[in-house]
């Protein structure tokens, strides 16, 4: 798997690779908030545990079209 590349329409990640790489953890993938924007990641119940998405998104909105249609592009883990 290439370390860092858009997810494919056909294969879409549904659990973050990030999460899995650094924790063991298998979490599905979900619109979470920072500060200013929103992005595609993973939490537990403690709380944020990754940030998948490279983009960061205007909206709540925009960021869940991202994810729905795969059109985001995965963190690299190096």
């Not at 944020?48 to 925009?62: D, L, Q, T």
Request: net charge negative; with cysteine.
């Amino acid at each position: 798997m290439p370390e860092s590349s858009t997810t494919s329409p056909t294969e879409p990640v549904r659990h973050g690779v990030l999460a899995l790489v650094c924790t063991g953890l298998k979490l599905p993938l979900q619109v979470l908030r920072s500060a200013a924007s929103y992005y595609i990641g993973t939490q537990n119940d403690e709380g944020p545990i990754s940030r998948e998405s490279v983009e960061y998104f205007p909206s709540h909105a925009a960021a869940q079209l991202a994810l729905a249609n795969n059109a985001w592009t995965q963190r690299d883990h190096s």
